[in-house]
């Protein structure tokens, strides 16, 4: 794509979800670091059902110690990962509350460094929590990457390198959630919605001719 069908492409995706953002439900930061760390494998909506059971009597890294591991579980039981899941935020409260006085750091190695915490993470932390112009790649920014020709790679960071090289800037801060929005309900996996896509004049999808 070039510089002008790039800003073609998110002018449209601005237009069709002015103020978008995650679909996980939180408040404050904990809640959702806890969020993004149970989401994978699982969809927001899982998850969603989990954390309104859970943060309703935990949602502070004391809280969740005191819960136990196995009374963590009973919460999240439902989700895939749930036993290393469990874990892992159970790990990182500690280490909140040893090293960062019980408060989410606004820092990437910080970040990165607490248990069940990768790049991808810690780009949707600093972005949706604190408002960073990051770009989280899950799968579904992954597939519109390369199918738009946006930001083609190999691999996440391929993607991830791309899409910060070559959205504008004033599109950085929700383009994460404006990406992650049109590959799950728009640009999906096996069939792609393409006859109400936005940016079908703009795709060169080789399928999306044929989509009546």
Known sequence: MNPSQIDQLFTRLQAARPRPTTELRYLG??????????????????VNEATARLFA???????????????????IKTLGLYNTKAVNIRKTCV????????????????????????????????????????????THIFRVANRTGLA??????????GLLA????????????WLILHGRYVCTARKPRCAECPLRDLCPYPHHSEVN
């Open 95 to 138: 280490l909140l509350l040893e090293r960062h006085g019980g408060q989410v750091p606004r820092d990437r190695a910080a970040l990165e460094a607490l248990p069940g915490v990768g790049r991808k993470t810690a780009n949707v932390m600093l972005n949706t929590a604190f408002g960073e112009p990051t770009i989280a790649v899950d």
């Open 57 to 75: 009597v935990a949602n502070t890294p004391q809280a969740l110690l005191d819960l136990g591991e196995a009374g963590l579980k009973e919460y």
């Open 166 to 177: 070559v959205v504008p800037d004033r599109f950085k801060q929700d383009a994460h959630h």
């Open 29 to 46: 930061p904990f809640e959702l670091l806890v969020a993004v760390i149970l989401s994978a494998q699982a969809t927001d909506k899982k």
């Open 152 to 161: 083609p790679g190999r691999t996440v960071r391929e993607v991830e390198e």
